[in-house]
């Protein structure tokens, strides 16, 4: 079993309610999620699905966390035409090293995920009625399981469910 299926700590800082909401992960073994969701032969969720943190992919849309706890290990996808609360629009792997500072983390984030969003969504954050948070490595993850990856996650500014994908809309 690779270190990526059994269970990947993220925190998701910022969201519709709380931009400096954070969740994250802890180490579980792999076998009590149900793995990855139903998909098609392009990589899109096909039916309703709660999945392994692991599992979530760009592209893929979903259902928000429950925020009244601090531990993020699964999370619920759907097609992304059924009404959703956010879309995974950008990924990348932060440099191999020490765990960084939340600052450093930060100012790289924006840094790879402003212009990520604009070409997502065909606007500006400053001039969209969406805007993103992301999710990111615990430094357990980092240490024990070689997390590097950050994924951007876009949602409405104001709560609103979001129907199709969010890629070149313009809103």
């Known amino acids: 079993m690779s270190p990526r299926s059994s269970l990947r700590p993220l925190a998701l800082t910022g969201s519709a309610l709380a931009a400096a909401l954070l969740l994250s992960g802890c180490s579980i073994p792999a076998n009590v999620f149900s793995g990855d969701a139903q998909r098609n032969e392009k990589g899109a969720v096909t039916a309703d699905s709660n999945i392994d943190i692991f599992e979530l992919k760009v592209g893929d849309c979903k259902l928000a966390d429950d925020v009244s706890s601090a531990e993020l290990s699964e999370t619920n996808v759907v097609p992304c035409e059924d009404p959703h609360d956010e879309e995974i629009f950008y990924e990348f792997d932060l440099p191999e090293g020490e765990f960084p500072a939340a600052a450093i983390v930060e100012k790289t984030v924006w ?9 997502f969504v065909g606007l500006n954050e400053a001039d969209s009625a969406l805007t993103y948070a992301y999710f990111s490595p615990t430094q357990d993850g ?9 994924q951007c996650v876009l949602f409405s500014e ?9 890629k070149g809309t313009k809103i």
């Open 158 to 166: 104001d709560g609103t469910p979001l129907e199709g994908s969010a």
């Open 142 to 150: 980092w240490e024990q399981l070689d997390d590097r990856t950050i």
């Open 111 to 119: 840094e790879k995920c402003d212009p990520q969003f604009e070409a």
